[in-house]
């Protein structure tokens, strides 16, 4: 997949795309990003934060906390 969406970047830099590329462009970095996204999520899944009191506490929750405050 990374290596059509690098094919249509490199020819729409050199000669522009179709209708039908740059749908598929989109498409292709659509389902990228959420990939990344995803990944990205987990892991913060297995990130933790040691609080000032020296507890320790998933990245999620100590964020969830500060974002309430």
């Known amino acids: ?8 970047a490199k020819k729409k830099r050199e000669q522009g795309l179709s209708a039908d590329e740059l749908a598929e462009q989109k498409k292709l970095y ?22 000032k009191d020296g507890s320790v506490v998933p990245f999620k929750q100590a964020y969830a906390k500060k974002k309430d405050k």
Do not use: P
Request: aromatic share 6%.
């Open 30 to 51: 659509k389902i990228y990003l959420g990939e990344i996204r995803a990944q990205f999520d987990n892991t913060l899944d297995n990130v933790s934060v040691k609080e």
């Open 1 to 8: 997949m990374l290596n059509r969406i690098n094919e249509l």
